[in-house]
């Protein structure tokens, strides 16, 4: 593959209700797939794996 898209969430815990809930405005996508959307994703993905077996 040499294209991607992204989509990111972020959450938020609400202690009234015990649950977590979506931060609308922390929210997005990528407008589409594109080469650049595809060097972020593997970057962020070698970075994930560097942390997480380090």
């Known amino acids: 593959m040499k294209q991607a ?22 929210t997005g996508a990528s407008p589409g797939w594109n080469a650049q959307g595809f060097s972020e994703m593997d970057k962020w993905f070698k970075t994930l794996m560097g942390d997480t077996f380090a």
């Open 5 to 26: 898209s992204w989509l990111h969430a972020m959450f938020q815990y609400d202690v009234a209700t015990a649950t977590m809930k979506g931060v609308p405005e922390a």
